[in-house]
């Protein structure tokens, strides 16, 4: 018999971890005493016990949070593509017992009070992150949640009343359950919803899910894309052909004679996954004639539709798109001219959803008046291959222009353009505005990397929407970027100024620096990749389509390797490149694809 507590015994109820030598006894009374009996610990699980001078009144059971919820899904606002992700940083109550003779005022809303306040800090010590939420599920049939709205839980409605049976769900709704969630921070849904994961709740490489229509291997994707060759002698499938290319500048390979020496060491079975053609009982390669032949003579916009909807049935969206040229040094063609690409690249995934050739430019003196002519005249023919609306289109100085502006905003979307002085009015409007500005709107301190601590500093203002002559302006901007490295005390200072259509209810000062942010990383996340892990630069293939063809793979390869939260890609290239299994995983190709192995 448990002593009976006086009625200040509320600040006496400790809550601790289950110890492993009280787990049997924690199993025990859970089976016995709760309706639904003991739950095994799956994946993150945490036991509390709640004790009252050294007695056990309650004990608590938190989990892995319920894969699918949609009216928590509703409420959180996260996409789809994110909530994989950031499931960990929730956790589920799945069992609440307060055991027999300890039912008293206010016990149950002490309990979940304290556990509050220390969840996220065990979570972080027991599992390596902290949590944002907490949610349970209540049979209104037995309670009413009475203890949970007590203890400033939100109710958020009932589920629809499916379970999770086997690998899947009940086919039939059974009884739907009272959905309840507690932040554990005022900014949860913020932080959970946002575009970019905060790094600090990010731990691992990025989960996604795919359903059977997106189980479908690479090939299929590729039958789309005509085949230029003449019918007659034709031995290997295009679909074939441009896979292995594939899987082989994911493997870091680049030219045609790295792709078949890649290809010529398959086995047999992988070959088969290739759909390779066989012969005397065996599967056979294209050889490095039909390699070249393929990649330079396959029309570049078909192959980058069959890329773009590899990505899409993989849930690689993107909120904001960056325009983005890329020159091909080193693909000189017979006129002494350089292959020049614009492409789209996604700030959060860095996947290059379109690009397009937009012209040859003069390898001798690098004519920058006719790269910039060409870019502004494939701006929007480039944007016409892909459904921009919702989001926010970013671009340099070069493409600030108001025709584009007015494009942009047409279809539905936003811009956030940086302003220099090939815009000389807007620039200098803009810049006298902010030379006599003080505090900053938002300010934010980057950790010390590779020696250097980056502060950057960002002003705001709608007081120039009217004023300044440039369409559909929500706010313009000014940012300062101060680095500083603490070992030879050298401080480099920079200012950017720019215009967005983004209003602030749309977008505050700290999204607008996230946005600029995302469009200048796409130099370090795709141009540093092509140039030095790709060696695109010194790369000699130069004839037909093939400097487009062997870009556009290698963007495919960056951006399917960076939404798996690879970092370190040159290092991921060099263990691909001794290893077949996850390069077939990656596209799809295995019964394993789903776990996305890294």
């Known amino acids: 018999m448990h002593t009976k507590p006086r009625p200040s015994y509320l600040l006496s109820v400790r809550l601790q971890p289950i110890k492993r030598e009280q787990e049997s006894l924690f199993k025990s009374l859970m089976a016995k005493h709760h309706y639904l009996g003991a739950s095994p610990k799956i994946s993150e699980t945490l036991w509390y016990v709640a004790t009252y001078s050294d007695q056990w009144v309650a004990l608590l059971t938190f989990s892995a949070a319920a894969l699918k919820c949609a009216a928590r899904d509703r409420w959180i606002g996260w ?187 398959l086995g047999q079975k992988a070959r088969q996954r290739f759909r390779c053609r066989k012969e005397n009982g065996k599967y056979v390669i294209p050889s490095q004639f039909v390699i070249r032949d393929v990649l330079v003579r396959a029309d570049p916009v078909e192959l980058d539709l069959a890329v773009q909807r590899f990505n899409e049935d993989q849930g690689l969206e993107d909120t904001c798109l960056a325009f983005d040229g890329k020159t091909m040094k080193n693909a000189i063609d017979e006129n002494a001219r350089q292959t020049h690409i614009a492409s789209v690249v996604g700030h959060e995934s860095k996947t290059t959803h379109t690009q397009k050739k937009v012209g040859a430019l003069p390898a001798e003196d690098d004519d920058q008046e006719t790269k910039q002519t060409n870019e502004i005249g494939m701006f929007i023919p480039i944007l016409e291959q892909i459904e921009v609306s919702g989001k926010t289109i970013t671009a340099d100085a070069l493409l600030t222009q108001k025709k584009l502006a007015e494009y942009i905003v047409g279809r539905n979307a936003a811009y956030l353009f940086t302003v220099k002085k090939n815009q000389p009015t807007l620039y200098f409007d803009i810049k006298n505005y902010f030379e006599h500005r003080k505090e900053p709107d938002y300010c934010l301190q980057d950790p010390p990397g590779h020696g250097r601590i980056d502060t950057r500093s960002i002003w705001t203002t709608t007081e120039l929407n009217e004023y300044l002559e440039f369409p559909h302006v929500g706010q313009a901007f000014c940012i300062h970027k101060k680095s500083y490295d603490p070992k030879t005390n050298k401080v480099c200072e920079n200012t950017f100024y720019g215009v967005t259509s983004h209003h602030p209810n749309k977008a ?43 870009n556009r793979l290698r963007g495919f390869a960056i951006g399917l390797l960076k939404s798996k939260g690879v970092k370190d890609i040159a290092q991921k290239v060099r263990d691909l490149h001794q290893q077949i299994r996850p390069v077939l995983d990656y596209f799809k190709m295995t019964k394993n694809s789903q776990k996305h192995r890294t």
């Open 508 to 550: 505050d000062p700290a999204r607008i620096l996230q946005i600029h942010r995302g469009h200048w990383s796409i130099e370090n996340s795709k141009h540093y990749i092509l140039d030095w892990t790709y060696d695109e630069d010194r790369n000699r293939i130069r004839t037909g389509n093939g400097p487009a063809n062997t």
């Open 79 to 265: 996409e789809y593509r994110h909530r994989f992700d950031r499931l960990k940083l929730l956790a589920n109550n799945t069992r609440f017992l307060i055991l027999p003779g300890w039912n008293l005022p206010n016990l149950g809303s002490r309990i979940l009070s304290l556990c509050a306040k220390r969840i996220s800090f065990d979570w972080q010590q027991h599992f390596g992150h902290p949590l944002l939420l907490l949610e349970t599920f209540v049979d209104p049939r037995r309670y009413t949640g009475t203890v949970y709205r007590a203890s400033n839980w939100t109710e958020l409605g009932l589920t629809k009343g499916f379970k999770r049976v086997g690998q899947g769900y009940s086919a039939k709704p059974s009884s739907p359950k009272l959905i309840f969630v507690l932040p554990l921070q005022a900014n949860a849904r913020k932080l959970l919803s946002c575009a970019i994961l905060n790094p600090a709740y990010q731990k691992g490489e990025p989960k996604m899910t795919m359903n059977a229509k997106q189980m479908e291997s690479l090939p299929d994707y590729f039958k789309t894309v005509t085949d230029p060759r003449r019918t007659h002698g034709r031995r290997h499938r295009i679909s074939t052909v441009l896979s292995i290319a594939a899987a082989a500048t994911l493997c870091g390979m680049k030219g045609y004679k790295a792709i078949y020496g890649w290809a010529n060491k």
